[in-house]
């Protein structure tokens, strides 16, 4: 039986304690709020940029899971002194380091996008997060860690935080009009939770898997696609769907940073931006979720 530390609270967090704990490991979830513990998962309240505490925590641990995120608008100040504590705590420990990363770090793309294409982020968030893959591997070709990250897309499913789950399925779910953020009929590369948390745990486990990036199983649908399925799985109205237009962006960053930010990942839906997961597939005996399966999770 190993011990894994995962930060962060979020569903893919969650999910991937999970997985660990239904194989019979011992699992430490460490973030702010804490909470019940599960069966073989500990829940641990604590600020994880508090190095010396979470190294304590780490100590023993085969794995420690990056999984922790920040306030979106924020994270160019957030991000590095976080993901820093927590590759410390890694490295003191001797713990495989395994990171959650996501899409932006790539840039605008013509794709296919694979984890060999090169990180050229042109925001904030996005060079952010590829500084902080950066770092990792430096620390690991230096030998003083094992590090390796998993890229997902846009999250899907039980517990996903992202512009479908909080702008489309709602009110998709009791016949509202919707207005989001993106274009209705672009494809977009979306990321089960549960692939997601397989990737993290598949890649944790192999000994090829240390010292570069993986891409998580992706989904390729529009939203329209997915607010109509999700519709006719929810018994709801066909959607009514609108893109909404830079100007109202831009006044509802007036009452909330949230929104502005959105502008940097414009290039998602106006590019070729699709992801090619199949080497990760084939190397770690994956598969991605049928959409159906995943949008039923979501009711």
């Not at 599960?38 to 420690?64: F, I, N, S, Y």
């Not at 925001?123 to 950066?134: D, F, I, L, V």
């Amino acid at each position: 039986m190993s011990m894994h530390v995962i930060v962060g609270g979020g569903a893919t967090a969650l999910a991937t304690a999970r997985l660990l704990a239904t194989d019979g490991d011992k699992v430490r979830v460490v973030h702010r709020r804490g909470g019940p513990d599960e069966p073989g998962v500990e829940h641990v309240a604590l600020d994880a940029t508090d190095t010396d505490a979470l190294t304590r925590l780490a100590d023993g641990a085969a794995t420690v899971f990056n999984c922790a995120a920040t306030a979106y608008h924020t994270w160019p100040q957030t991000i590095p002194p976080l993901f820093g504590s927590i590759r410390t705590a890694a490295e003191r420990t001797g713990a495989g380091y395994v990171m959650l990363g996501n899409l932006y770090g790539y840039g605008p793309v013509d794709g296919p996008v694979t984890a060999a294409t090169p990180q050229r982020a042109t925001g904030p968030k996005g060079a952010t997060r590829a500084a902080m893959w950066r770092e990792a591997k430096q620390a690991h070709d230096a030998g003083r860690l094992r590090a390796t990250e998993v890229r997902a897309g846009q999250f899907l499913g039980a517990g996903a935080v992202s512009l479908f789950s909080l702008l489309v399925a709602a009110p998709v779910r009791v016949g509202r009009p919707v207005l989001v953020p993106a274009e209705l009929d672009h494809p977009h590369s979306f990321s089960a939770i549960g692939d997601v948390a397989r990737t993290l745990v598949a890649v944790a486990r192999a000994d090829s898997s240390w010292g570069r990036p993986w891409l998580a199983p992706t989904i390729t649908a529009t939203m329209r696609e997915l607010a109509t399925r999700f519709a006719t799985l929810a018994g709801a109205p066909r959607p009514q769907l609108a893109t909404m237009t830079d100007r109202e962006i831009t006044l509802l960053g007036l009452t909330d940073p949230f929104w502005p930010e959105l502008f940097e990942t414009r290039f998602m839906d106006t590019g070729r931006f699709l992801v090619d997961a199949g080497e990760t597939e084939r190397a770690f005996g994956l598969a991605t979720s049928e959409v159906e399966e995943v949008l039923r999770e979501m009711l």
